[in-house]
């Protein structure tokens, strides 16, 4: 359970950076605290729906988009991709 909430920390990191966010950007964005946004992204928080949603809108990418970049990060850590062979999730 912890490494989904850290590849969906990542995910959200992921997209905030790709917009040249800082946190700070992404809480007035999209309305969610933005200590609450540094929990999410060290993977100490469990965002709802309703959160994850605020979030992938906020960022400009579909809920479903924000999902499936978590579910590449696992998917990497795994070790199913090939590019990150023995790599392990970040550290929070």
């Known amino acids: 359970m912890a490494e989904i909430r850290r590849a969906f920390g990542l995910a959200v990191r ?3 950076e790709r917009r040249g966010w800082n946190q700070a950007d992404l809480a007035r964005a999209s309305g969610v605290d933005r200590g609450y946004i540094s929990r999410i992204e060290t993977g100490s928080a469990d965002p709802g729906l ?3 949603r ?9 809920l479903t988009e924000l999902v499936a970049q978590a579910e590449e990060e696992l998917d990497r850590w795994a070790g199913d991709d090939p590019r990150s062979r023995g790599a392990s999730p970040p550290e929070p």
Not at 54 to 59: F, H, N, S, T, Y
Request: aromatic share 6%; charged share 15%; glycine share 0%.
């Open 14 to 16: 992921i997209f905030r």
């Open 50 to 52: 309703q959160v994850q």
């Open 54 to 62: 605020r979030l992938a809108q906020a960022l400009s990418v579909s």
